[in-house]
């Protein structure tokens, strides 16, 4: 079965410039969320997607936003790019929202911002 | 406050030995999971192991056991009989459940390196 999937593997952009970041979950899983791994940190959590609806948002500007499309895979947009938006970005799908669900994460997108 | 604390930047073991990485946590939330993810250096982040709050029993998964110690919100993960294919970064991270809140908080990791 394939696992999560993300586009693409690598992106170069220039400060200013917009950026779109595509995920394709687990056949069968409801629920997308976007962290932002800066180097030598943890993942941050930017958003939540369950069945097509924002379910959580985490600390980041209004530059940031996302949708969930019907067949449940992922966009996450970036406006407006700045230095400080390089980093990794991961995606990651479960079954659903509940608290135990394990979250499987794709290979994530690296981005570098020039 | 942080709410998930890795005190342990970089770890050291030998191959075939035993490793504790240290977590602990803070939540006031009574309904909790915690998570521990191995991450290489490819960057893909791996599923371990998961523990609920309300679970009696420490979790296992292979060579993998948790060591849970509600009472002093620690969750260290325990890797037994080391292996080289070990090393990488280990996140341990928290998703809280009164709240409704599903995103999981990541603590800022440990580097195991494992020594032939």
């Known amino acids: 079965d394939a696992g999560v999937t993300q586009s693409p593997t690598h992106l170069i952009k220039t400060r200013g410039q917009q950026v779109t970041l595509r995920c394709s979950p687990i056949?069968?899983?409801?629920?997308v969320s976007w962290y932002q791994q800066v180097l030598g940190q943890g993942p941050q959590f930017i958003f939540q997607?369950?069945?097509?609806?924002?379910?959580g948002r985490g600390n980041f500007p209004d530059r940031f936003s996302a949708r969930q499309f019907p067949n449940y895979s992922s966009e996450l947009n970036v406006n407006a790019l700045l230095l400080g938006d390089s980093a990794l970005y991961l995606c990651?799908?479960?079954?659903?929202?509940?608290?135990?669900?394990?979250?499987?994460f794709g290979p994530g997108t690296r981005l570098t911002v020039l | 406050a942080q709410k998930i604390t890795q005190t342990q930047p970089g770890m050291f073991v030998q191959e075939k030995e035993a490793v504790t990485l240290d977590c602990t946590y803070d939540?006031?939330?009574?309904?909790?999971?915690l998570f521990w993810y191995k991450q290489p250096s490819s960057g893909e982040m791996i599923f371990l192991i998961y523990?609920?709050?309300?679970?009696?029993q420490n979790a296992t998964e292979g060579r993998y056991s948790l060591n849970f110690q509600k009472a002093r919100k620690s969750a260290n993960l325990v890797i037994s009989a080391s292996q080289l294919g070990d090393s990488a970064m280990y996140f341990c991270?928290?998703?809280?459940?009164?709240?409704?809140?599903?995103?999981?908080?990541f603590g800022s990791g440990t580097r195991l390196q494992v020594q032939p």
């Open positions: 991270a928290m998703r809280e459940g009164d709240t409704g809140r599903r995103a999981l908080t």
């Open positions: 523990q609920g709050s309300y679970d009696e």
């Open positions: 997607y369950y069945e097509k609806e924002e379910r």
């Open positions: 056949s069968g899983h409801k629920s």
């Open positions: 939540t006031s939330d009574q309904s909790y999971g």
């Open positions: 990651a799908s479960s079954l659903a929202g509940r608290l135990y669900n394990e979250q499987f």
